[in-house]
């Protein structure tokens, strides 16, 4: 039998009532379960919906749905990813590259054109500070109704790396102020991952949109199939 679009609810709420609140957890947890239940309905015409649920929850064992949860969580993680390599990948491997080394260069340009120390943090003021301010805004006011999705969650974790490069390009930027050998290796080294890690940061906070964005659509077209 074929579960209609009331059924299709109940079973929502009772996966929800499991504590699975994430709402594309539901939808992934409800793609595996709704064929198992048709199947029950079907071999038992008398056997309720609830009853069904029961059944097909107890076979997955004491930690229930925990396994497709954990599955889907971990899914979302390598997609997320992989399509921010990928995304990084078609900018480097397109005319885009132009635009990257115009930005570089302009970096360093501006780095010259003030006077040390107040040219790098009016340089990471402009090309980053602004442009992260934009990006955190506009993920509240745009993806703000995602949050119960754990693809949402999912693509925060990239925030972590970006988090880091920050943090890494502080740590560099206070070593080269502190440093009075100014012809050492790490010295040298560091002055010169200045400008790649600027360039990686600016070039994250466009790529993460469109990451989060393929991300939400995967969760679309599976909860189009239960809604449409």
Known sequence: MKLNQTQIEQLKKLISYKGYTEIDVQFEILD???????????ENSNLSLEDAFGKVHAGFGIFGFSSLEESYKKMIEKRVWKNYLMGMK????????????ILGFLIYQLSLFFNEPK????VAGIFLLLPTTWFFFNMVRTYGRYKNYASYLG?????????????????????????????????????????PLLVWLILSIF?????????????????SIYEG
């Open 32 to 42: 595996h379960v709704a064929c198992e239940v048709e199947k029950l309905m079907e």
């Open 90 to 101: 078609e900018i480097f491997s397109s005319f885009q590259i132009v635009l990257v080394i």
């Open 119 to 122: 040219g790098w943090i009016l």
């Open 155 to 195: 693509s925060r974790h990239l925030f972590q790396i970006f988090n880091l490069g920050q943090l890494v390009l502080i740590f560099i930027y206070q070593y080269i102020q502190k440093t009075e050998d100014q012809t050492s290796f790490t010295y040298l080294t560091f002055q010169a991952l200045i400008i």
């Open 207 to 223: 790529v993460l949109p469109k990451v989060l964005n393929q991300s939400i659509q995967e969760t679309e077209k599976l909860k």
